[in-house]
């Protein structure tokens, strides 16, 4: 069963369409996780999912070759030099499962673009949103129109001090709010209290909102995960 039983046990559906981010802090095993899921529901397909990445780590072939090897995956990988480029990309592969590595770093590469050309933050800001959220507004699209999935990767950004996250997180996604409307499900990742585990929360979701708070503990293990705590419900602040 492996990750197929993790997103059951927290109460996601994967049945297309759907569209599902996927954020936490670095290295805890995002873009494993992500890869691992896209390639189980790709194998359905019979046709391999393809990785649609901005983030820089992914020109460095053993990063791909540790990425293949843990999550026992096939994949294709497209760089998006330039996020002008990011609709064509993503309607060239509108049959297969995709996932967008990460969120973040597209936002940051959008920004850079901009500073370049001299602009003011204050002027960026607000454009480089309303980017972001058309073009996760048409990823939206293919993913209905052809009946398939999407995972997006994206970073935490701590909100500590000043709100709890939908109540209950610390953490949370570093990407425009806006983007949560085009989404079904907000997953949450973090190391869990051994470090050798991660922890996998629904911090929201759409078709099933009485699943929210859910968590569930794992580890990746032989290319695939195994469930070593399951239920565990998130206090939530009110």
Do not use: C
């Amino acid at each position: 069963m492996g990750v197929f039983e993790l997103f059951d046990k927290l109460g996601v559906s994967l049945n297309p369409p759907k569209l599902i981010v996927i954020y936490g802090e670095a290295m805890v095993g995002k873009s494993t996780l992500a890869v691992m899921l896209a390639d189980r529901i790709s194998q359905k397909l019979q046709k391999k999912p393809i990785i649609i990445y901005v983030e820089p780590v992914w020109d460095d072939p053993e990063y791909q070759s540790f990425i293949a090897n843990v999550t026992k995956a096939k994949f294709e990988v497209v760089k998006l030099v330039d996020w002008r480029q990011f609709n064509s990309i993503v309607a060239g592969f509108r049959d297969r499962v995709i996932v967008l590595d990460s969120l973040s770093a597209l936002v940051t590469d959008i920004v850079s673009r901009f500073t370049s050309m001299g602009w003011d933050v204050r002027a960026i800001v607000p454009r480089v949103n309303q980017i972001t959220v058309t073009l996760i507004h048409f990823m939206r699209l293919v993913v209905n129109n052809s009946k398939t999935v999407g995972i997006i990767v994206a970073h935490a950004s701590s909100s500590a001090g000043v709100y709890k996250h939908r109540g209950a997180y610390e953490d949370r996604p570093a990407i425009p709010r806006r983007i949560l409307h085009e989404v079904d499900y907000e997953l949450y990742m973090e190391i869990g209290e051994d470090p050798k585990t991660r922890v996998i929360s629904v911090v929201a979701n759409r078709i099933n909102p009485f699943a929210e708070g859910m968590s569930v503990t794992f580890t990746f293990k032989d290319g695939d995960i195994e469930i070593t705590q399951t239920g565990q419900l998130k206090i939530r602040v009110v």
